[in-house]
């Protein structure tokens, strides 16, 4: 069973500022996942044959560079020093 200040510990790690309320909804969620991985736990494996890769895994995706025309950087609000400028942070440490 995962405790509240687990839960709570694990919000401050991800900066997460969690409430009461949703410490106790991820407290039975993180449990209930937690009961499924012991279920795996328990099955045996041993008379099973392994699979192989059938597929490869190159090539899943294309990548392509697309050409935005003109530099973009001038049009946006929020730049300094030629670079975007992202928000500041809101979460207390």
């Known amino acids: 069973m995962v405790s509240k200040d ?3 510990h694990l919000g401050w790690l ?3 500022d969690l409430s009461e309320e949703e410490l106790l909804k991820y407290e039975s969620q993180i449990d209930r996942i ?8 328990r099955l045996t494996l041993d008379t099973l044959e392994p699979t192989h890769q059938t597929k490869s895994v190159r ?22 020093d030629g670079y975007l400028k992202g ?6 440490q």
Do not use: M, W
């Open 34 to 41: 937690i009961q499924q991985f012991d279920i795996l736990d």
């Open 14 to 16: 991800a900066r997460l």
């Open 59 to 80: 090539n899943l995706r294309i990548d392509e560079a697309k050409n935005f025309g003109e530099n973009v950087l001038p049009k946006t609000r929020n730049r300094k």
């Open 6 to 8: 687990e839960i709570k």
């Open 87 to 92: 928000p500041k942070s809101d979460v207390k």
